[in-house]
């Protein structure tokens, strides 16, 4: 069945420093979403791609959809405490039906 | 209201116990999803309503069985659980499918023990 992997499972940065966690879909995707959930808390949706090759910012945050429309990434600029969490992608695998990728949980050291 | 509601927000329950979750949201959202997730896990979907009919069934165990009374309320009724069910348990809206319509809105979720 379809796979929806993330890489990688954990990273740990210094405040300040950059990060990018990458999925990949082992099929291709109409859509792709990205989620963070915090410690203890639920998915909140961050964005959708739909476009080959789209890119979007949502200030620090950027993301891309691969041309083939099998990948996709996020790149956080110069971490804050805050965006410690776990970014989940999310690929549509029928109508109604989301396959969450295996998540990146993000530790921001200060 | 913006919000999916989820209660309660904590259950502790034995294997012989019959016990409910229940779910809302009035955002006048037409589907609703139970996923399930465990820890350092991503959510797994279990059941998903569209317009109040059961459109999803993820061959989960009948020990779990949903039911939407209307188009804003979603219950997961639990009856013989097994400890490995212990776990969050995730309810989610969105407005219906396609592209803008399929943006999931997750509540807080319920924290199920299965002792």
């Known amino acids: 069945g379809q796979q929806v992997m993330q890489i990688p499972q954990y990273q740990h940065v210094q405040e300040g420093e950059d990060f990018t966690t990458y999925c990949n879909s082992s099929t291709t995707l109409s859509n792709i979403q990205w989620y963070k959930q915090r410690p203890g808390g639920h998915p909140v949706f961050l964005i959708q791609?739909?476009?080959?090759?789209e890119v979007k910012k949502q200030k620090r945050l950027t993301f891309q959809f691969g041309e083939a429309k099998k990948n996709s990434s996020l790149h956080i600029t110069a971490t804050q405490t805050t965006d410690v969490g776990t970014y989940f992608c999310a690929g549509p695998s029928g109508t109604y039906k989301y396959i969450f990728g295996t998540g990146t949980r993000l530790k921001v050291l200060a | 209201d913006t919000e999916v509601t989820q209660t309660p927000k904590h259950l502790v329950m034995g294997m012989t116990n019959k016990k409910s979750l229940k779910c809302e949201q009035h955002?006048?959202?037409?589907?609703m999803y139970w996923y399930k997730q465990k820890a350092k896990k991503p959510p797994e979907l279990m059941f998903v309503?569209?317009?109040?009919?059961?459109?999803i069934n993820e061959s989960v165990p009948s020990r779990f069985s949903p039911e939407c009374p209307n188009s804003s309320l979603l219950n997961l009724h639990l009856h013989a659980l097994q400890p490995e069910d212990s776990a969050l348990y995730l309810c989610?809206?969105?407005?219906?499918?396609?592209?803008?319509?399929?943006?999931?809105?997750f509540g807080a979720g319920s924290r199920l023990t299965v002792l």
């Open positions: 989610a809206s969105s407005q219906d499918w396609g592209e803008e319509a399929n943006v999931l809105t």
């Open positions: 955002m006048g959202h037409r589907a």
């Open positions: 791609l739909v476009k080959s090759g």
């Open positions: 309503y569209s317009y109040e009919k059961l459109s």
